[in-house]
């Protein structure tokens, strides 16, 4: 990247006034029944939903996730061996019951696939295939956007896989090594800043924004994913203040 030096300084000043309150940050969106941290419910909780957070409001999703949660009629979409003995008709009618999910089949397919791939070889916890990575972030993304990837429908997209590796490191008792390969989540609102920065342009895709981030804060004491809630609030606050 061309001027590093000085597109860092932007990125700590921006950094520094998100810490310093100089950004007013909205309360977490990810709305959740408080399950134990460390619980299997509790990472399903912070799965399966990840993985049909896309083209929507995140905040609404979640908000849907936990009535869903709640609601007796609907609670066992949570528990991927309960899933995996229904019709898919039932599956989908209680996904789209409390709006969980908006695209109805797409949407269905993609809960139905993922509880049968944790139901298949991950003993129905996110967990186990946490620990099978050795709780490494680059063998933890390999399984998913590699080895496995096509049993991972979305979630092993650019943006769901990291956004869900930073949600579990938010909610759960998660501990990983190599936190830095955890990708900047390149949502609409990490592009945008980009491209007020002047880091990438309106042509650049998702993988674009996250090696610009990555090489950018290569060696920084800053990681690509802790710029992720700064980036959200600064462009929802209309990028201010100017860097």
Known sequence: ???????????????????????????????????????REN??????????????????????????????????????????????????????????????????????????TFNEFFSNDPRVLLAQGNQDIGSILNIVQKKQKKDFPYLSGPKMANYWLYILTCYTDAKFSNMSEISIIPDTHVQQCSIELGFTTAKDNQVIVSKVWKELLNGSPISPV??????????RNNFLPKV
């Open 1 to 39: 990247m061309k001027n590093k030096k000085q597109n860092l300084k932007k990125v700590i000043k921006l950094y520094d006034a998100y810490h310093n309150g100089e950004i007013p940050t909205i309360e977490n969106h990810e709305v959740n029944p408080g399950l134990a941290q460390d619980s």
């Open 226 to 235: 802790e710029m992720h809630p700064v980036l959200w609030n600064w462009s």
């Open 43 to 116: 990472y399903i909780y912070f799965t399966l939903p990840v993985s049909i957070n896309f083209q929507r409001s995140s905040p609404a999703m979640w908000a849907a996730a936990l009535k869903t949660y709640e609601d007796p009629a609907t609670n066992y979409l949570f528990f991927p061996e309960l899933v995996v003995q229904k019709r898919r008709s039932e599956v989908q009618r209680d996904l789209t019951k409390h709006k969980l999910a908006l695209q109805k089949n797409k949407h269905t397919d993609i809960w139905i696939r993922i509880s049968k």
